[in-house]
């Protein structure tokens, strides 16, 4: 037989950020309270590290391993909402609403987070708890969690960055590599430019501009190849789905004694690769614009080489946590673009190291007027107030459930 519980709680979803109310309603069964014997009614907001490190034995398997958890209450903010035997709101009888209203802290709370896997895994999470305490202590209390995302402002100038359109400085990174077709045939050569705008930090829920210039060289040619192009045989000019842009992260996680680094791949933005449902679900379809270079000689002594090129331009928008780092928890994000031609080993991989991303959403006391940022192509005027960003951030599912310290042991919160 189903239960009528003796609360409800509901709190308007979406983003929220430093300063920002945490609203909602209590709604109170005063009949179902009385007879379950609840002594008070609490209702608070908290905020909390996890991390768990799994320790293995030599030689041993799963069942001779020790998992070392820790946990931090970084943020606890208690109300009593109700008392047995306190006057009700005006008009109440049977049931009763009590309005909930928190404030976030102005400043040092970390992005909401998760991630690792079953061994390693670390998360940052906030929610909205509310208990019942009963009188008898031995009976067990009624409560519930309402979890919530939040990343903190941006007092930087990433959220006056005039994006896509950069007129800026970019970045580049650079790689190259020999390659050949078969065992026994001479090598070719292919180079790769991956650049974006030069950022002092990326906003998030921006589009960020990226390009990727690719130079295919043939292997060497006589003089008499010069002028005829049916010699380029390889490697020719990759194609969309011959390249893969991956969002990575790396975690380092702390529990007790116990240190570990971890990786996470946060999947495929800007639609390079294969065209599958799972990237267009997580990244949305993003159109890609190729512009080649039609085949042209390269004179070299004794002969030359045909050399072709194409070039690529998408934009990127992330969505995921910033870097951030408390005692025990810390994240590195950077970007890996991967082309791969005909035959074994001819793939050719570059990063772009630890990318700075931040928030991108102005705080309620924001003061842009300042020389620092002179060089930069930023907007005359802010966004608006307090401008909240479109769109929610990427975490897993499992970031929505509530589990408790003493209940840790067996959830997975990572990817």
């Known amino acids: 037989m189903h239960e009528t519980p003796v609360f409800t709680l509901s709190f308007a979803p979406g983003l929220r950020t430093n300063g920002d109310m945490v609203s909602g309603i209590l709604e109170l069964n005063v009949r179902v309270a009385y007879k379950t014997e609840v002594e008070a009614v609490k209702v608070s907001l908290r905020g909390e590290v996890h991390t768990q490190v799994t320790e293995y034995s030599a030689g041993s398997n799963a069942a001779g391993c020790l998992a070392v958890h820790e946990a931090e209450r970084f943020l606890n903010q208690t ?37 690792g896997d079953g061994n390693t895994r ?48 970019w970045q580049s990174y650079e790689g190259s590599k020999k390659i050949r077709k078969g065992i026994v045939s001479r090598y070719g050569h292919v180079q790769v430019n991956f650049s974006m705008p030069k950022l002092p930090e990326i906003p998030l829920f921006r589009p960020i501009p990226v390009k990727v210039h690719i130079i295919c060289s043939s ?18 000019n990759p194609k969309l789905e011959d390249c893969d842009l991956n969002l990575l992260q790396a975690c380092i996680v702390k529990a007790q004694d116990f240190c570990r680094r971890i990786s996470d791949d946060l999947g495929a933005p800007g639609g390079f690769g294969k065209d599958d449902k799972k990237k267009r679900a997580t990244w949305g379809h993003q159109q ?5 270079r039609a085949p042209y000689w390269v004179p070299e002594t004794g002969g030359g080489r045909w050399r072709e090129e194409v070039t690529f331009s998408t934009v990127v928008v992330f969505r995921c946590p910033p870097p ?10 950077y970007l890996e673009f991967a082309v791969d031609f005909p035959g074994f080993g001819n793939q050719l991989k570059l990063s772009t190291g630890a990318l700075k991303l931040s928030s991108g959403i102005v705080p309620r006391d924001a003061d842009r007027n300042t020389s620092d940022w002179d060089s930069l192509p930023t907007q005359a005027t802010m966004p608006g107030e ?10 897993p599912p499992s970031y929505w459930e509530v589990i408790h310290s003493d209940e840790r042991e067996n959830i997975e919160y990572g990817r």
């Open 79 to 115: 109300k009593i909402v109700w008392i047995s035997g306190a006057p009700l709101p005006s008009g109440a009888s049977q049931t009763a609403s009590f309005p909930l209203n928190f404030t976030l802290p102005p400043d040092g709370l970390p992005p909401s987070f998760a991630g």
């Open 122 to 169: 670390g998360l940052v999470q906030y929610y909205v708890h509310a208990t019942a305490e009963r009188k008898p202590w031995y009976k067990k209390k009624f409560s519930t969690d309402v979890a919530f995302p939040f990343l903190p402002v941006d007092r930087g100038p990433a959220p006056y960055l005039v994006l896509p359109d950069w007129a800026g400085e």
């Open 219 to 236: 292997k060497a040619l006589p003089r008499s190849s010069a002028n005829d192009p049916s010699k380029f045989e390889f490697p020719r």
């Open 288 to 292: 890609v614009q190729a512009e080649t």
């Open 324 to 333: 951030f780092k408390t005692s025990t928890l810390s994240n590195t994000l």
């Open 386 to 395: 307090h401008y909240c960003p479109p769109g929610e951030m990427d975490l």
